[in-house]
């Protein structure tokens, strides 16, 4: 069998962990990856590990022209391979991982961990379109569909008019050599009341607003960093930030600096745009961040991320993205301990709770299901 994917493989534990269930049922894999990152190559097990080697972080306008080189290089490397079965991660492999599928008559399966239709719904036609096309294209040629969100996933097959017959969440939690740095760094915090956004920087994750509502805030500090996805809205945050000293702009972070961050601030922003299917639908990685580094999150309503933080009472929600509701949020867990310990005990239910979700066993036994 072949894993797919349009990113490096290093210390991941979904990765990890179907390896490991595979050679368990003595099935051999080979993972073939796009090392964006220049990431020292992982090996989980005996599997082989191929990995094209051109450097595209996140964000750089290269990774586009270059897609077409990579999906090349993963047919031929298949071709040469000859696995009986090919799990496409997400979107940006399915082109060559299906090719490849219909003419050798191996089975395909699709992994759908980021919905690729919501991140580019705005983006210029005919960029949806061939989304679209290219789903489509993985959810009628693999027997079994994985993904993170199911509800989200039917909901999507629903819209494009493709039936999924059969598929299985399977959510995307720390790898184990993460949650060791995690539980190296976490409970031990700032000494200033710290609120931290690491992530996609664009204008629907109210980044603005909550440094409007923490600029000048006695007793609260503000970190940000990640990738910029809106040109000019990095500046555009440091401006309104210009001459406060508690909030600070930190760039790219590595997975380890994320984590260390997270872990010593006291609470994550996870502000959303409700109107955004994406943002209603499927539980954002943070929620995962907030469950193990056991850091309360401050959202919005009636999205996932606030059904989470009611059922486990690990964050608060408001009503709209405002700043002063924000501000008033964040001074009332910043003046009352008791609080914001509940919060953390919060985290920690979930934490137990995401423990028990993980499902690798079942998730290959249903993959040899439909390749048998």
């Known amino acids: 069998m072949a894993i797919v994917q349009a990113s490096d493989m290093y210390e991941s534990k979904y990765i990890q962990g179907k390896v490991e269930e595979l050679e368990k049922r003595g099935i051999d894999t080979a993972l073939l990856s796009w090392n964006r990152y220049g990431k020292p190559r992982t090996y989980y097990g005996n599997s082989l590990h191929f990995s094209f080697d051109i450097r595209t972080p996140l964000g750089m306008n290269v990774y586009f022209p270059l897609l077409p080189l990579f999906w090349a290089w993963i047919f031929f490397k298949l071709v040469l391979l000859r696995p009986n079965a090919v799990v496409s991660i997400n979107t940006d492999t399915v082109p060559p991982c299906v090719a490849y599928c ?38 009628r040629s693999s027997p079994l569909i994985v993904s993170s ?19 299985i969440e399977h959510l995307n939690l720390p790898s184990s050599n993460e949650l060791a740095h995690v539980k190296k760094k976490r409970d031990s915090h700032y000494n200033i009341f710290t609120v931290c956004y690491i992530g996609t920087l664009s204008r629907n994750r109210g980044i603005l607003e909550m440094v409007e509502a923490i600029r000048g805030l006695k007793g609260v500090d503000f970190l940000f960093g990640g990738i910029e996805l809106e040109k000019g809205y990095i500046d555009e945050c440091i401006s309104k930030a210009d001459g406060a000293g508690n909030i600070r702009y930190l760039g790219f972070l590595s997975r380890e600096d994320l984590v260390a961050t997270v872990c010593s601030s006291h609470l994550i922003a996870l502000l959303l745009d409700k109107e955004n299917p994406h943002h209603r639908g499927p539980l954002p990685t943070k929620i995962f961040e907030s469950a193990y580094c056991h850091t309360p999150f401050i959202t919005t309503e009636e999205t996932s991320s606030a059904q989470i933080a009611k059922r486990f009472g690990m964050g608060v929600s408001i009503k709209e993205n405002e700043v002063d509701l924000i501000r008033e949020s964040i001074k009332s867990l910043r003046d009352d301990g008791k609080k914001w310990d509940g919060l953390v005990n919060g985290c920690k239910r979930a934490e137990k709770f995401f423990d028990k979700k993980e499902q690798f066993g079942e998730v290959t036994e249903q993959m040899l299901e439909v390749i048998r």
Do not use: Q
């Open 102 to 139: 219909a003419l050798f008559r191996a089975t395909s399966i699709h992994e759908m961990r980021d919905f690729y239709h919501y991140h580019f719904m705005n983006s210029r036609w005919p960029v949806p379109l061939m989304i679209d096309i290219i789903n489509k294209a993985a959810i």
């Open 149 to 167: 969100s199911k509800d989200v996933l039917d909901e999507y097959c629903s819209k494009i008019g493709v039936e999924c017959s059969r598929s």
